[in-house]
């Protein structure tokens, strides 16, 4: 049921496989590996970074499958994002700089990587193409007042922890917390992890959105932290 199957795929990636959309994809990783599987073609290269109990699961298809699993170094540069080298299982290795932040940061840039080799790009191509490389809305900083706010789409308990884990590797204990959500995701399991970083929580809704939870609803998510309620994202507000 992928929308990507709209295309035939030269190469197909699946970066991870994790709990979402289950009211739809199914309840375990391993029905939600072989919805994702779906994408993959015989023969056809393919890359994953998903983790070793769902490989048998997307192996079924047949494609051309490198796992990425356990081939990807990475050190952290701070704020300026991280350093990557990715071993893939020809034994080439390619090294590279990327903006990206956090660990996830750099596994999407290691499968960016395979897949732009795979597809005939150099390596220097693809140092030159890491460093540049911008994701709006994925762990986007832009400057805010005289500090700086951190802009992150996760919707999904693993997301949120991942991008938690980011931000201790950055050196944050804690910072406010600006949250909204649509009504049908996994609302208890996000807060529960991005609870443990937030100092407040400023609760808002996305208004052109018919799936955004009212949020009121949302404040029981957050019961030992100091809340504000706003209906629309755009109200004024200041540290």
Known sequence: MDATNALEPALSIITNVGLDHTEVLGSTVEMIAAEKAG???????AITGAAHEVLPVLAREGADLWSLEGRVQRH??????EQVM???PDEVRLAFRTPLLGAHGAQNA????AAAFRLGASPEAISRGAQVTQWPGRMEVLPFAEGRILLDGAHNPDGAYA????????GVERL?????AAADKDLMGVAAALRPVASQVILTRARLSPRSADPA????LFPEHPVTLTDSPSRPWRP
């Open 163 to 170: 991008v938690v884990r980011a931000l201790r590797d950055l």
């Open 176 to 180: 406010p917390l600006v949250f909204g």
């Open 76 to 81: 952290s540069l701070g704020w300026d994002g």
């Open 86 to 88: 990715v071993t893939l």
């Open 110 to 113: 290691a499968l960016a990587a």
């Open 39 to 45: 994408i993959l073609r015989p023969e056809r290269p």
């Open 217 to 220: 609803t949302l404040a029981s």
